[in-house]
């Protein structure tokens, strides 16, 4: 669907109605279209031209159907994501449950994918604190367990998202990514477990790679290059 290169994919995950498409149209056009509620159908694909710390990247943004009909195609589109935003609607506890199903799919089937818990339409708790059925500190204890990352959002006011999406999803992706390239590069010179005492920071980034990664990965036999269509 997208012809252009793509640097880093994210794919939107959650319960239909909790706010994607509205993320992703905050997150390129800055806007809120109030209009009536219209249900994504399959998947739409959005790219955003970035630069991040002197690099040139480009997003590619897959806003998938949340609609449990459509769940079978949506794996379609997370397969190879380097960042999933999995959303819930802060005003909807059953939508929490629905994270929980795609974190576990993707725990189970791209271990490799940064996962970033995002809670939307937080206009409306604002507002009405009764409104709220999810605690912010369970929801953090949760993406602890899962080494997730978490943000309330609300893309009718527009808090959060670009900051959201470009600080945390973009710079830290491609921190990473330089990160383990630089690590890739000392592994190959030493052991793992005898690296220089300066690079102990780096080493933790290496604990929390997952451990297939580390393994077939991390020596070289393939490494993606900032830039690498995925
Ligand atoms: N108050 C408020 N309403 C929102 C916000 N974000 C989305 N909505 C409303 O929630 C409804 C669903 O939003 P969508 O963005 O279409 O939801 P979606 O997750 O893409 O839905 P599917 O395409 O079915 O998966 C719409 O009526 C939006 O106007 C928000 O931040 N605040």
């Given at each position: 669907m997208s012809g252009q290169r793509v640097d880093v994919k994210v794919v939107m995950l959650g319960k239909d109605a909790v706010g994607k498409?509205?993320?992703v149209e905050r997150y390129i056009h800055?806007?809120?279209l109030p209009g009536p509620y219209q249900n994504t159908i399959g998947a739409a694909f959005v790219a955003k031209a970035m630069c991040v710390r002197g690099q040139n990247v480009t997003l590619g943004i897959w806003d998938t159907a949340g609609s449990e009909r459509y769940e079978a195609m949506s794996r379609i589109y997370y397969r190879g994501a380097r960042a999933a935003i999995v959303c819930y609607d802060l005003t909807d506890s059953s939508s929490f449950e629905r994270v929980k199903f795609w974190v576990n799919e993707l725990k189970n089937c791209e271990d490799q994918c940064q996962i970033y818990i995002c809670g939307t339409k937080s206009d409306l708790v604002e507002n009405d604190k009764a409104l709220r059925q999810i605690d912010y500190h369970d929801v953090q204890d949760y993406a602890d367990e899962i080494n997730a990352r978490v943000c309330e959002t609300s893309s009718k006011t527009g808090q959060s998202v670009g900051e959201y999406v470009h600080t945390h999803v973009s710079?830290?992706?491609?921190?990473?990514?330089?990160?383990?390239?630089?690590?890739?590069?000392?592994f190959l010179q030493y052991p793992c477990d005898k690296l220089p005492s300066q690079y102990a920071s780096l080493t933790c980034i290496h604990q929390n790679l997952p451990a297939g990664f580390r393994q077939s990965h991390?020596?070289?036999?393939?490494?993606?290059?900032?830039?690498e269509t995925t």
């Open positions: 498409t509205s993320l800055h806007r809120f710079i830290e992706i491609l921190n990473i990514s330089t990160e383990m390239w630089k690590l890739a590069m000392l991390l020596m070289g036999k393939h490494w993606p290059e900032i830039g």
